[in-house]
């Protein structure tokens, strides 16, 4: 039996290998590379013009196995709580500044010099 009749009766639990795609894309009359972004897409869940940033991809493909509605709430719930603790913690940086920091801008103001903070590597 092809791989084209396990598709037609739901018999397939894998996806094409692109050794088939050339084949598919003549077929389905496309080029190749749309044969293989509409697989990406119906067995990955992916689009050529997803922007997740590379950070997120391992979250991204977790949250995928992520199969109960409840749980996927959940998720999300973290998730925004994470990233609102990131923005109030941004704030108290903005409002309550390093008192090291404000007395050496302090001091060189008085100088007529002008401090511009570098962060360190791995700050945000």
């Not at 290998?17 to 067995?43: C, D, H, N, T």
């Not at 196995?65 to 925004?80: F, I, P, R, T, W």
Request: aromatic residues 4%; positive net charge; hydrophobic residues 40%.
């Amino acid at each position: 039996m092809t791989w084209w009749n396990k598709v037609r009766w739901n018999e397939i639990k894998i996806p094409p290998e692109p050794g088939l795609y050339p084949r598919m894309a003549k077929a389905l009359e496309v080029p190749e590379r749309r044969v293989a972004e509409m697989v990406a897409e119906q067995w990955c869940g992916v689009r050529p013009d997803d922007t997740v940033p590379e950070r997120l991809r391992h979250l991204m493909a977790v949250a995928r196995g992520v199969k109960s509605d409840e749980d996927l709430k959940l998720l999300v719930d973290l998730a925004h709580a994470l990233s609102v603790k990131h923005g109030a913690e941004r704030l108290v940086e903005l409002l309550d500044p390093d008192p090291d920091e404000v007395i050496k801008k302090l001091e060189a103001e008085k100088g007529g010099r002008r401090v511009v903070k570098v962060r360190r590597a791995g700050s945000a």
